[in-house]
């Protein structure tokens, strides 16, 4: 009888597990599990997050409607959520020594429109990185709303030694007079110095916002210079080094503080996605950790020795090596393009993305590079032995005359590789 009553309560399709309910869906996610135990994964922006944030992530908190801020929602019954976006905020002002901190964004991308959104009139001018010199799209790229709504004006690297010019971008801003300066790349392997960028933003009357997203995860670290303590705003999503969910974050002086969250909501945004809001509550716990700081030491190591293999091997990196998590190969001299690096790459079971590099002839479906970063195998557990292999089967595999007996070979290698890896091994 009672068990009769407790049944009655749902339907039975509403209590049915995903393999039940959607086996259609559930054989299509435990294919991806599949793929990603099965590779190597290079992809500079890509991590594995921990089974904490996958939690948090998969909670009944994708049920709750938040609309504003903690203490001052449009729904009820938003106590507990107020109570786990405080905590977020809290845990992410801690580690990045932050004044004002927004946990709302959904992306990176959402993140960087809301800064502008408070920050700038439609028209207004922007000096930021060339996308096709390691920038990114939301940084004024024509297409982006970001080429759209503002006037921008754009830096690169120097030709000869791959690496930011702050002189040249001084000029840049000297010249151009822009209202907002951004600083942060998505393919540039080498320190940034945002003291210097400060300086050039104080000296021409401009905000600065820094675009931490990839380096977010060794700035929390100590591993790379701070971003905070000299920018009007930093924005990072917290899915890269961080390690987190799939999102974004905006950090500010509290002075734009108001502004900065009226833009997420109600400017750009409705109900924040509090499971994930969650998971971000999680991730920055865990990026307080020794052993976090720890991996992020790790990755940097990983990167800087599979940067020398490279090159030992033959290949051009873009600045000569890598001071970060990330390399940028330019295979000019080798021969082959982005895309046919990227496809040989993936039939023998490691995961890049193929790049364009500074002052590339070639269109950006096809590129002169690739894109090389080492925050998931790192998380995954390869150190330096693992990187040495890594550089061995990438330069077999890009290699002059590579037969179907050789890509079987590689593949076998990659394989072996990572059984003394698993990932996941409890999903
Ligand atoms: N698309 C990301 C990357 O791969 O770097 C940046 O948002």
């Known amino acids: 009888m009672a068990r009769l009553r407790v049944e009655a309560k749902t339907q039975p399709e509403f209590r049915a597990r995903l393999k039940d309910a959607d086996p259609e869906l559930a054989g299509l996610l435990k294919k991806e599990l599949a793929r ?11 991590n594995f997050t921990s089974r904490a944030v ?27 959520v107020d109570e786990v976006e405080t905590l977020a905020i809290g845990r992410c002002k801690q580690l990045f020594g932050a004044e004002h901190v927004n946990v709302q964004p959904h992306s990176g991308s959402t993140a960087n429109q809301a800064v502008y959104f408070a920050e700038l009139a439609m028209g207004d001018a922007i000096l930021a990185m060339k996308l096709d010199h390691g920038g990114h799209l939301t940084h004024g ?33 000297r010249e151009r007079q822009p209202q907002l300066i951004i600083a942060g790349a998505s393919a540039y392997p080498r320190r940034i110095d945002f003291d210097r960028f400060a300086g050039i933003a104080r000296s021409v009357g401009a905000r600065l916002m820094v675009d931490m997203a990839h380096i977010a995860g060794l700035v929390a670290a100590g591993l790379h210079p701070d971003p905070v303590a000299v920018s009007d705003y930093v924005t990072t999503t917290t899915h890269k ?6 999102s974004g974050v905006i950090i500010c002086r509290q002075k734009y503080a108001r502004n900065i969250d009226k833009a997420i909501f109600p400017g750009l945004q409705g109900g924040p996605l509090m499971h994930i ?6 991730c920055f716990k865990l990026a307080a950790t020794a052993e ?6 790790q990755t940097v190591a990983n990167a800087a020795m599979l940067a020398g293999r490279l090159q030992e091997g033959g290949i051009q990196l873009v600045s000569g090596g890598t001071d970060n998590h990330l390399m940028l190969a330019d295979l000019t001299d080798i021969g082959i393009t982005g895309i046919e690096a990227e496809n040989r790459l993936e039939e023998v079971g490691i995961t890049v993305n193929k790049n364009p590099v500074p002052f590339d002839p070639l269109p950006p479906t096809v590129t002169s590079g690739i894109r090389i970063g080492t925050p998931a195998v790192t998380t995954r557990g390869f150190r330096e032995a693992e990187m040495e292999e890594v550089a061995a089967i990438i330069l077999a595999a890009l290699g002059r005359r590579v037969t179907a ?14 059984a003394a890896f698993p990932l996941y091994p409890n999903l």
């Open 36 to 46: 990603q135990r099965g590779t190597i994964e290079l992809i500079a922006s890509e």
């Open 54 to 80: 996958l939690e948090a992530a998969a909670s009944v908190l994708t049920n709750k409607y938040a609309e504003g801020y903690p203490g001052a929602r449009y729904y009820g019954g938003c106590e507990v």
């Open 141 to 173: 790229l024509k297409v982006n709303f970001s080429g759209r709504f503002y006037h921008v004006h754009s830096y690169g690297l120097d030709r000869e030694s791959g690496r930011l010019d702050y002189d040249r971008i001084e000029e840049i801003a």
């Open 241 to 246: 080094t961080l390690a987190g969910p799939r």
């Open 277 to 282: 809001i969650a998971a971000k509550a999680a």
């Open 292 to 297: 976090f700081r720890q991996r992020q030491k």
């Open 405 to 418: 007996a050789d890509k079987k070979r590689l593949r076998r290698r990659v394989t072996e590789l990572l």
